[in-house]
């Protein structure tokens, strides 16, 4: 499995201009022995603007090229949701020991190109329209039948180009597989009737029996020797955050969590890119004080 890499990125400031201001290069380098590709890499919006020299427009979106001027697919990723980009994300391979040089310009919102998607969430509701949704609360239901009602897919699902994966979005909190088969996006239509997905078809199947397990990364918390699934909070909730081409994220919140008599707030941030055979977890918790009387 390949691992989580940070690559080493400085920049160069050319003379020639961009849109507004002056052009840059981004210098990715890979220092290992190692081959690295579809390495994910990241430059916040503060360093790339440093690296500009200026402020960068908040109309102005960057696009990549590489050093024979083809595209590179790229997204710039606004995390807090305040209107404005807080991240340039991209995908890049890297021999051995090797570098490449990533030229920078800049355009307006409306003219980025298209990029061939290599990520996707999917939360819909199990409705007529199978209406996506960006936010819901957790059900509180245990099995499949009654959560197979309310969400396509039993809950929020993730995939890329190599493999997908779901929640059950009711009091189990597990994660399941679906092995795929094909290298586009197949959850959009995946689940649109009930048990489909547990036969194997063009795109793939179900591959994990999760049954009451926690499944491909679900969380529990462990606390005098005991381990506590993470499943009846007060509140539990979805929030999504990016969605791709190359990379999505999303929350999955519990509020209110009593375990042992404390109490917790837990965010679980999920992430996945293109180009891999996992997802990225992010665990924050705030453990609450509890009055006694």
């Not at 890499?5 to 160069?12: H, K, N």
């Not at 939360?123 to 039948?145: C, N, Q, V, W």
């Not at 996945?272 to 996992?278: A, P, V």
Request: charged share 25%; net charge neutral; with cysteine.
């Amino acid at each position: 499995m390949k691992s989580l890499f940070w690559m080493f990125v400085t920049a160069l400031m050319l003379s020639s201009c961009s849109q507004f201001g002056v052009k840059t290069t981004i210098v990715v380098k890979n220092p290992t022995a190692l081959d690295r590709p579809d390495e994910p890499v990241i430059v916040s919006r503060e360093r790339l603007a440093s690296l500009t020299g200026k402020p960068i427009p908040e109309d102005k979106i960057p696009v990549l090229k590489d050093e024979v001027n083809q595209l590179l697919p790229s997204q710039a990723d606004d995390l807090d949701k305040d209107g404005k980009w807080d991240e340039l994300f991209f995908l890049v391979d890297l021999a051995p020991d090797s570098e490449k040089k990533i030229n920078v310009s800049f355009v307006k919102k409306g003219n980025i190109p298209g990029y061939t998607q290599r990520s996707n969430v999917r939360f819909a509701a199990m409705d007529s329209l199978y209406t996506e949704i960006d936010h819901a609360r957790r059900l509180k239901s245990m099995d499949s039948p009654s959560t197979q009602k309310v969400f396509q897919l039993e809950g929020p699902a993730w995939e890329n180009d190599n493999v997908a994966f779901r929640n059950y979005y009711d009091a189990r909190n597990g994660m399941d597989i679906f092995g795929k088969r094909t290298k586009n996006m197949v959850l959009d239509s995946v689940g649109l009737t009930p048990h489909s997905y547990h036969k194997l078809a063009g795109w793939g199947m179900d591959i994990l029996k999760v049954g009451n397990s926690l499944g491909a990364g679900a969380i529990a918390l462990k606390k005098g020797g005991h381990l506590y699934r993470i499943d009846l909070p007060e509140e539990g909730t979805y929030k999504l955050i990016v969605d791709g081409p190359l990379r999505s994220i999303f929350e999955l919140g519990f509020k209110n969590l009593m375990i042992e008599g404390n109490n917790y707030n837990i965010i679980h941030r999920i992430s996945i890119w293109g180009g891999t055979h996992f997802y990225k977890i992010e665990v924050f918790l705030w453990a609450l004080q509890v009055m006694r009387h």
